[in-house]
């Protein structure tokens, strides 16, 4: 942990988006391991702030209004892709598999839910990673662990490790390409939303795979196109061509020198922007009330996520609330619980009841992933799909029980055929994860695993409202 010398911020006068540097870092990146510090670190800033941003002001205020809603469970919010994008996977085809993962999920869960759906994607910067380790050993060797490609690289050398700042234009120039690109696809009909019929459902003819689940993904697929049709009969145009597919970005605002730069403000419209994505995120590790990520997101007028572990004190989390959201705007505030299947059942009750009472707009969203990392014997790193399933259900019982509303879902997934998750319908074993791991951080849901996922969510919706 490192503290930037800098000014006393102390309230909201005196913020600016570089006054963060007055307070520890947690995650911090070690720049001066650079052979050109702290000359390449200020090239790079300044060619951030020069550059045109990434998302607009209006499309951030446009996701506040609909995170406003859905506070109010009028829409539910899906937020899925990659646990750390790669540079080398800005390629169209990766693109078009999470986008068309998402938008699939989106449908059922509309059909599910009988709700708007939010599609926010962990796309376009998602390039840090936080570490629990800030080096890595291999036998004799240590170095800077891999904080993703926005900070090193993923190689075991010294070269590879050493922080570049120079990454952090190169992860601006893929995020840009991957934005443009989704802006592209989700305003020129894509994904056929008209056909569900057709997509890829061949995993439900898995002979493990209950009779009563097989009947359930089949009447739901039959009611959903049936739907969809009915739609297309009132309209001149395909369902895909007749309403817009909005998409949002998000990431985790790790790498502050890269947030801070891209932060400014735009005619008409008071305060600043972080304009890297519309939807940033504080993490576990980096939502100390007296540290730098704080003191940075407080001031920026996006909607924030904060992650939320089963060690958070609840009066703490209500503190954070306060500090990030002193005004009580809807729209401005999300709550992502990351639990563990072993630990929702306690932790989050008290949670909810603190937040409750305090009377402070949030949206819930449970991210199941988070909290149910294993290793194998062989060293492994996976997530077992029903702990998976097990949290998100005891998350929904527990908002239930309390009275508060669960406005949406935070899944690392992918449209890929991986094998990084142990079981679900796909039926990737412990013995099988080898066959295509291809994650350099945390495992992720395959293609089928997602799907199935947004079946069952779907399933316990229809199920609440009886139908």
Not at 62 to 70: C, F, M, N, Q
Request: with cysteine.
């Amino acid at each position: 942990m490192t503290t930037h010398p800098a000014t006393n911020t102390t309230d909201a006068s005196t913020w600016s988006p570089m006054s963060w540097q007055s307070k520890p870092v947690t995650q911090d990146v070690d720049y001066a391991r650079h052979p050109e510090h702290p000359h390449a670190l200020k090239r790079a800033l300044d060619k951030l702030r020069s550059v045109p941003p990434l998302v607009t002001s209006w499309e951030v205020e446009r996701l506040k209004s609909l995170i406003a809603e859905a506070q109010q469970g009028k829409r539910f919010l899906l937020q899925g892709g990659d646990c750390a994008e790669t540079l080398a996977d800005c390629r169209p085809e990766q693109i078009t598999s999470k986008l068309k993962i998402l938008l699939q999920m989106s449908l059922v869960l509309i059909h599910g839910s009988q709700k708007p759906v939010i599609r926010v994607g962990r796309f376009a910067g998602q390039y840090a990673k936080p570490r629990s380790k800030p080096l890595e050993k291999k036998g004799d060797v240590e170095l800077p662990s891999y904080f993703g490609d926005l900070i090193n690289r993923a190689d075991f050398t010294e070269v590879a490790r050493t922080p570049d700042p120079h990454m952090l234009v190169r992860g601006y120039q893929h995020a840009a390409m991957t934005i443009n690109f989704i802006r592209s696809l989700a305003t020129g009909g894509f994904a056929d939303l008209h056909h569900p019929e057709s997509w890829e459902l061949g995993f439900v003819k898995n002979a493990d795979l209950p009779d009563h689940r097989k009947a359930q993904y089949h009447d739901l697929m039959e009611r959903l196109a049936d739907g969809l049709r009915f739609m297309e009969a009132l309209s001149d145009n395909a369902v895909h061509e007749s309403s817009a597919v909005e998409f949002f970005t998000s990431h985790e605002g790790l790498n502050l020198y890269y947030e801070s730069a891209q932060t400014r403000t735009v005619p008409r419209r008071d305060g600043h922007y972080d304009l890297t994505t519309h939807l940033p995120w504080i993490g576990e590790r980096t939502r100390d009330l007296a540290g730098a990520h704080i003191e940075f997101f407080r001031g920026i007028r996006n909607p924030v996520g904060v992650k939320v572990g089963p060690s958070a004190d609840p009066a703490e989390i209500v503190r954070l609330i306060e500090t990030l959201n002193p005004g009580n705007e809807p729209g401005k505030m999300i709550l992502i619980s990351r639990l563990g299947a072993k630990n929702a059942a306690t932790a989050l009750p008290p949670i909810l009841e603190a937040v409750r009472d305090s009377g402070h707009p949030v949206l819930w969203v449970s991210d199941p992933m988070h909290g149910n990392g294993q290793t194998t014997a062989t060293g492994i790193k996976t997530r077992s799909f029903d702990n998976i399933l097990v949290e998100l259900e005891t998350v929904m019982d527990a908002h239930e029980a309390a009275g508060t509303i669960l406005g949406g879902v935070h899944f690392e997934l992918t449209g890929e055929d991986v094998t990084e998750c142990i079981g679900g319908a796909s039926g990737v074993t412990e013995a099988s994860l080898t066959q295509n791991y291809a994650s350099l951080c945390d495992p992720r849901l395959n293609y089928q695993q997602s799907l199935e996922l947004a079946f069952l969510l779907a399933g316990r919706f229809r199920a609440a409202r009886g139908s």
